[in-house]
């Protein structure tokens, strides 16, 4: 039994040197960004009252949100890991309990958000298919401009031990595997996991832990958009913005979302992707191979950067 269950990640932190580049590249992304001093609070169109969060300092990665059912659940947390429930100075308030993992890096554990109004999504008409003609006597027209994003969906985090930082992650906060990345019956590289939510059904990886030659560190973080439409007015804007295109546009294997990755100015990846695999906690887990981890369906090959 974990000490409680996450019902989803809540948000990323970065340092920038310069708060003006990143808000540009933010907003050519497809975030709605607001400043606040040294501070740049982003949020999508959802009800989440941030998604990334940056501040002003060194480039790098500072940490990640893990959002909590309940502040019940949060005094759990905080009493079993013996640190103090505190409040959270960020848009929408609410309460945190800031832990590290193995490989030192920051993790809050937020609950009692106040929610944002949800802003509307374009309207979109329906796709003709072969099988199924279901817009008549109209045109279709996608709007230019950046993507819609609505949600942060998960983040992949680069590990010293995998097991060790596994075992750390789902004894706090009851992650289950959708996918081990098995290299050899003895070893496995890493693994996709959902968060537990019972008979609901939630994204096929929150968190995906992957042991690294190089270390640990930040690998990327996914961002879900509106639809395929979307996603892809959202990759002409970043190209014309001429942003620094990583991977995509292709269809992953293991969660099958569509994706799209490109790089901020200081060279952290962030991922646009629409149409992913939803699973309960009663659909179990499975053993992959590094051929479904880097592979795709369809699309372009993963880029040396990626492996």
Not at 38 to 47: H, I, K, N, P, S
Not at 119 to 143: C, D, F, H, I, M
Request: glycine share 12%; charged share 20%; net charge negative.
């Amino acid at each position: 039994m974990s000490t409680i269950k996450i019902e989803d990640i809540g948000f990323v932190r970065f340092r920038a040197p310069d708060l003006v580049q990143m808000r540009s590249f933010l907003e050519d992304f497809g975030l709605i960004v607001a400043q606040d001093g040294e501070r740049l609070f982003a949020r999508g169109v959802g009800t989440s009252p941030f998604l990334h969060v940056t501040e002003l300092g060194d480039a790098g990665f500072a940490g990640l949100g893990l959002r909590a059912a309940s502040l019940t659940d949060l005094e759990t947390l905080a009493r079993a890991e013996g640190v103090a429930v505190e409040p959270l100075a960020a848009p929408g308030g609410g309460y945190v309990v800031v832990l590290t993992d193995p490989d030192g890096r920051r993790v809050e554990v937020v609950a009692g958000q106040a929610t944002a109004e949800s802003a509307t999504l374009p309207a979109r008409e329906p796709w003709n298919t072969s099988g199924q003609r279901e817009r008549l006597r109209q045109t279709k027209r996608v709007a230019g401009g950046p993507a819609h994003v609505v949600r942060l969906g998960h983040c992949v985090l680069n590990v010293a031990d995998f097991r060790a930082s596994e075992r750390w992650y789902k004894d706090r906060f009851g992650f289950i595997t959708s996918d081990e990345i098995a290299l050899t019956p003895e070893f496995s590289l890493g693994a996709f996991m959902r968060c537990d939510r019972g008979a609901t059904p939630t994204d096929h990886h929150t968190l995906f832990l992957v042991q690294s030659p190089s270390g640990p560190g930040f690998n990327h973080a996914a961002f879900e958009v509106a639809d395929f439409d979307d996603l892809m007015a959202g990759h002409q804007q970043l190209k014309d913005a001429g942003r620094h295109a990583e991977w995509g546009v292709g269809r992953h294997i293991l969660g099958s979302q569509v994706f799209d990755y490109w790089r901020d100015p200081w060279g952290h990846t962030l991922e646009h992707w629409t149409d992913g695999d939803l699973f309960t906690a009663d659909d179990g887990s499975n053993v992959a191979s590094i051929t479904d981890l880097m592979g795709v369906q369809w699309g372009p090959s993963a880029p040396p950067t990626m492996a």
